[in-house]
Structures are given as structure tokens and as C-alpha cells.
């Protein structure tokens, strides 16, 4: 789940 | 989602847009950088690999397609299209791609945050995208009069990368566990990139002259 949030950017 | 990240990108967009409206209505893409427009396909394309493995949500999904796709019709357009590709300016943007490819790539192989073919790639993007803008502002600095609209792409892409710095902070300030240090120091580095070019664009806008870059 972090690993996502942290590639949520454009 | 905050308001700064959703400005940046709204920018981001706009700034591809006027670009495809400018060479769309003018038939015309002097000024613009094959070099930079296809880096930027490079970093969209390594950055996007998440997109068959990694569902984060329909904006992220389809402003990624937007990217992707809205990218590769400018070059398209700047190689293939029959009127457009005449005017593209090949003897001055001769900025050599090895130069920012292959330091960016060698950089991902060494500083990631893990070995493996997707981060070192999705690194790579991170890198190569704060440097792609090198040879447009190159090709700016050797054109004499640079039209509106290319001034105006390049600003709308660096005030992108300011809007990015403040989602950061505040995502700094917001979310307790909210880390990324790669990705900061590239995006600072990114934006450093474009002080000069703001410098020159803001002064011609306030003195009400066109806009060119001394040599």
C-alpha cells in the first residue's frame, strides 16, 4: 500500500 | 489529492495542449524540440510500466494515457506530419540525447530505492525528466524570436514543476509517513532548470517585448 502511494504522482 | 498537485498537473496539461493547438493551428513547429518531446516520451513510457500492474485510480490511469498519447502525436506530428515536419528547426536542436540519457540511466542503477527492472526504470523517468527540457531551452536560446506560444509551453512546464514543490510541502506538513527523497531532489533540480528562462520571459512580459534569451 505505501509503495502505491508513494507513485501516485505524475 | 491537493490543491497544488491538481494545479500542477492541470498546468502539465495545458502546457502539452497549447503546444498541440499552437503546431495544429499554425501548421508550424518552429522553435520546438524533437530532442525534448522525445525524452519526455522516454520518461512517460518507463514512468507508465505501473499502468499494466498497478491500478491507482481512473485520474491516474487516464491523465497517464493523456501523456502518453498527447506526446507521441507531437512527434508524430514533427517527423511524419506532410506541412509540420518542414518547418522543424533540425540543424539547431542538435542536443545530444547520450549526454542526459545515459548519466540519468547509470545514476537509476546506482541511487534506487530497490534493484529491480521496474524501479530502476521508474528511477530513470524520475532523472531523465528533470534534465528533457535541456535541449528546448537550448533551441529557445538560438532562436531569435521566439513565438508566444513556444514561450508560453515552456513556462506552463516549469510552473508544473514549482506547483509539484509546494504539493511536496504540503504533503510533507499532511501525510505522517510521506517520504521521497529521490524524487524531491530531482524536482528540485528540475525547477533550478528553468530560473533563468523565468527571469528572462517575466522580464520580457512586464517591459511588453518579445521574448529572447541572450546567447
Same mark, same amino acid.
Not at chain 1, 1 to 10: G, H, P, S, Y
Not at chain 2, 61 to 80: E, G
Not at chain 2, 106 to 121: C, D, I, P, W
Given at each position: 500500500k505505501e509503495e502505491a502511494e508513494e507513485k501516485d504522482e505524475l | 489529492m491537493n490543491i497544488f498537485r491538481l494545479a500542477g498537473d492541470m498546468t502539465h496539461l495545458l502546457s502539452i495542449i497549447v503546444l498541440l493547438l499552437k503546431m495544429n493551428a499554425t501548421r508550424s513547429c518552429r522553435g520546438v524540440s524533437l530532442k525534448t518531446q522525445e525524452l519526455y516520451a522516454v520518461v512517460f513510457v518507463c514512468r507508465y510500466l505501473d499502468l499494466f500492474t498497478n491500478f491507482i485510480s481512473l485520474y491516474n490511469t487516464v491523465m497517464k494515457l493523456i501523456f502518453l498519447a498527447s506526446t507521441f502525436t507531437i512527434i508524430y506530428w514533427m517527423r511524419f506530419h506532410k506541412v509540420i515536419r518542414v518547418t522543424y528547426d533540425r540543424e539547431q536542436d542538435t542536443f545530444r540525447y547520450q549526454f542526459l540519457v545515459l548519466p540519468c540511466l547509470v545514476l537509476a542503477m546506482v541511487l534506487n530505492s530497490e534493484f529491480t527492472v521496474m524501479e530502476v526504470l521508474w528511477t530513470f523517468s524520475i532523472y531523465l525528466e528533470a534534465v528533457a527540457i535541456l535541449p528546448q531551452l537550448v533551441l529557445l536560446q538560438r532562436t531569435n524570436n521566439i513565438d508566444n506560444l513556444t514561450g508560453?509551453?515552456?513556462? %506552463?512546464?516549469?510552473?508544473?514543476?514549482?506547483?509539484?514543490?509546494?504539493?511536496? &510541502?504540503?504533503? /510533507?506538513?499532511?501525510?505522517?509517513?510521506?517520504?521521497?527523497? %529521490?524524487?524531491?531532489?530531482?524536482?528540485?533540480?528540475?525547477?533550478?532548470?528553468? &530560473?533563468?528562462? /523565468?527571469?528572462?520571459?517575466i522580464k520580457s512580459w512586464r517591459n511588453n517585448e518579445k521574448l529572447s534569451l541572450p546567447a
Amino acid at each position: 500500500k505505501e509503495e502505491a502511494e508513494e507513485k501516485d504522482e505524475l | 489529492m491537493n490543491i497544488f498537485r491538481l494545479a500542477g498537473d492541470m498546468t502539465h496539461l495545458l502546457s502539452i495542449i497549447v503546444l498541440l493547438l499552437k503546431m495544429n493551428a499554425t501548421r508550424s513547429c518552429r522553435g520546438v524540440s524533437l530532442k525534448t518531446q522525445e525524452l519526455y516520451a522516454v520518461v512517460f513510457v518507463c514512468r507508465y510500466l505501473d499502468l499494466f500492474t498497478n491500478f491507482i485510480s481512473l485520474y491516474n490511469t487516464v491523465m497517464k494515457l493523456i501523456f502518453l498519447a498527447s506526446t507521441f502525436t507531437i512527434i508524430y506530428w514533427m517527423r511524419f506530419h506532410k506541412v509540420i515536419r518542414v518547418t522543424y528547426d533540425r540543424e539547431q536542436d542538435t542536443f545530444r540525447y547520450q549526454f542526459l540519457v545515459l548519466p540519468c540511466l547509470v545514476l537509476a542503477m546506482v541511487l534506487n530505492s530497490e534493484f529491480t527492472v521496474m524501479e530502476v526504470l521508474w528511477t530513470f523517468s524520475i532523472y531523465l525528466e528533470a534534465v528533457a527540457i535541456l535541449p528546448q531551452l537550448v533551441l529557445l536560446q538560438r532562436t531569435n524570436n521566439i513565438d508566444n506560444l513556444t514561450g508560453n509551453y515552456v513556462f %506552463l512546464l516549469g510552473s508544473y514543476r514549482a506547483l509539484y514543490i509546494l504539493n511536496w &510541502i504540503y504533503r /510533507f506538513m499532511t501525510e505522517p509517513n510521506y517520504r521521497q527523497y %529521490l524524487v524531491w531532489i530531482s524536482g528540485i533540480v528540475q525547477t533550478i532548470v528553468y &530560473i533563468d528562462f /523565468f527571469y528572462y520571459y517575466i522580464k520580457s512580459w512586464r517591459n511588453n517585448e518579445k521574448l529572447s534569451l541572450p546567447a
